[in-house]
């Protein structure tokens, strides 16, 4: 196995424009980015993206519904599954 690890200070553009003299309701997702592969045999037929990302897919949905509806009013934008 291999494992990268790059991580890098943000950019104070984007501290400026997510965070930097903001109150914390309006705190932005910022820079982040996630990547992840494997193989695997298991598809979505439609999307032809992989099983797991498909329902990871869903389940953000789900939670964007239920933040935009205040159920669950402390998520973010920026949730993830």
């Known amino acids: ?3 990268i690890v790059n991580v890098q200070p943000q950019s104070a ?3 400026a424009a997510v965070h930097v003299d ?3 309701a309006d705190f932005g997702a910022g820079d982040q980015g996630l990547m992840f592969g494997y193989a695997t045999d298991e598809w979505d037929t439609e999307s032809l993206h992989p099983y797991s990302h498909w329902l990871s897919n869903k389940l953000c949905e789900e939670l964007a519904a239920q933040r935009h509806s205040g159920e669950i ?3 973010r934008p920026d949730t993830k599954s």
């Open 1 to 3: 196995m291999n494992v």
């Open 73 to 75: 009013p402390w998520l």
């Open 22 to 24: 903001k109150d914390e």
């Open 13 to 15: 553009e984007i501290a």
